[in-house]
Nanobody, 128 residues
Framework: QVQLQESGPGLVKPSQTLSLTCTVS??????????WSWIRQSPGKGLEWMGA???????YYSPSLKSRTSIPMDTSKNQFTLQLSSVTPKDTAVYYC????????????????????WGQGTQVTVSS
């Protein structure tokens, strides 16, 4: 049974870096041909794919967020992390980790069906 769990602070101040961790159980994040993504949903908007890291360590980012986004992995803990710098209130959203990567990484739009397994999501608010 593959399970994903997001963790991290629920409140981040403007200009700081948002850091969330996804802990994976039931499978290794280095399993051949797997990729691991971060997705978010802001109020009134659809799902926005942010980026992913593949089993090999290769990273892929949404063009709209690539300048601010980093997705490292810690294989010893079976975890991968989202680091989003210079946050503003517009980054307030529910953040999800999931297994998979969109077929079209040139845009941020995505759907739930593009990912097999999801975490429950965690609310992050950017406010002073």
């Amino acid at each position: 049974q593959v399970q994903l769990q997001e963790s991290g602070p629920g409140l981040v101040k403007p200009s700081q870096t948002l850091s969330l961790t996804c802990t994976v159980s039931g499978d290794s994040i280095t399993t051949f041909n797997y990729a691991w993504s971060w997705i978010r949903q802001s109020p009134g908007k659809g799902l926005e794919w942010m980026g992913a890291i593949a089993y090999s360590g290769s990273t892929y980012y949404s063009p709209s967020l690539k300048s601010r986004t980093s997705i490292p992995m810690d294989t010893s803990k079976n975890q991968f992390t989202l680091q989003l710098s210079s946050v503003t209130p517009k980054d307030t959203a529910v953040y999800y980790c999931a297994r998979g990567i969109p077929r079209n990484t040139a845009t941020s739009e995505t759907t739930r069906s593009e990912f097999r397994y999801w975490g429950q999501g965690t609310q992050v608010t950017v406010s002073s």
